[in-house]
T-cell receptor, first 112, second 114 residues
Framework: KAGVTQTPRYLIKTRGQQVTLSCSPI?????VSWYQQTPGQGLQFLFE???????NKGNFPGRFSGRQFSNSRSEMNVSTLELGDSALYLC???????????FGPGTRLTVT | AQSVTQLGSHVSVSEGALVLLRCNYS??????LFWYVQYPNQGLQLLLK??????LVKGINGFEAEFKKSETSFHLTKPSAHMSDAAEYFC????????????FGAGTRLAVHP
């Protein structure tokens, strides 16, 4: 089976712009979670989607949003980018509730 | 609230030596525990997991971890380090209630010297 794929792998944006990141889960996985990884804050949970519904959300401002499509692919959007949004954004998929999560390679976002 | 503490942000061992990476968790309910490894410029790879059952869990690449409820620990070990084990290791606890949300520790960077 193909693994979790994320596009694009690298992205450079300017403060104030918005960005959309995409994630395709492993075939058959219906749960998709997103995480932000920064040197200062480490790995932090953003949100989880299952069957197109957001089931859980982390402690991030409303500028961070996401959605999931009927084929389980997911997107996350960050509006009005700030310098502090520079991070590696990781997507993970899981076939189960409370099961192991399989991570994609991440999208490296740089905000200038 | 659940939390994870990894003791030692950097660990250095010689090739062939024992690897021990420490993880303590806080959870009010039986935890789901995981170890992940991250190589430079890559995502996270699952090493092993504990959900229920046997407390000694074997994972990939010769790693294993033991769940000790009395010590709220889930330390990762490998009998003999290899140069290719150099990476960052993350311990994580799964949120209860049927959600796929992981709370990660701060990570431990493992260096392996010849």
């Amino acid at each position: 089976k193909a693994g979790v794929t994320q596009t694009p792998r690298y992205l450079i944006k300017t403060r104030g712009q918005q960005v959309t990141l995409s994630c395709s889960p492993i075939s058959g996985h219906r749960s998709v979670s997103w995480y932000q990884q920064t040197p200062g804050q480490g790995l932090q949970f953003l949100f989880e989607y299952f069957s197109e519904t957001q089931r859980n959300k982390g402690n991030f401002p409303g500028r961070f949003s996401g959605r999931q499509f009927s084929n389980s692919r997911s997107e996350m959007n960050v509006s009005t980018l700030e310098l502090g949004d520079s991070a590696l954004y990781l997507c993970a998929s899981s076939p189960l509730f409370q099961g192991e999560q399989y991570f994609g390679p991440g999208t490296r976002l740089t905000v200038t | 609230a659940q939390s994870v503490t990894q003791l030692g942000s950097h660990v250095s061992v010689s090739e062939g030596a024992l690897v021990l990476l420490r993880c303590n968790y806080s959870s009010s309910v039986p935890p789901y525990l995981f170890w992940y490894v991250q190589y430079p410029n890559q995502g996270l790879q699952l090493l092993l997991k504990y959900t229920t059952g046997a407390t000694l869990v074997k994972g990939i690449n010769g790693f294993e971890a033991e769940f000790k409820k009395s010590e709220t620990s889930f330390h990762l070990t490998k009998p003999s380090a290899h140069m290719s084990d150099a990476a960052e290791y993350f311990c994580a606890v799964g949120l209860s209630g049927g959600y796929n949300k992981l709370i990660f520790g701060a990570g431990t960077r493992l260096a392996v010297h010849p």
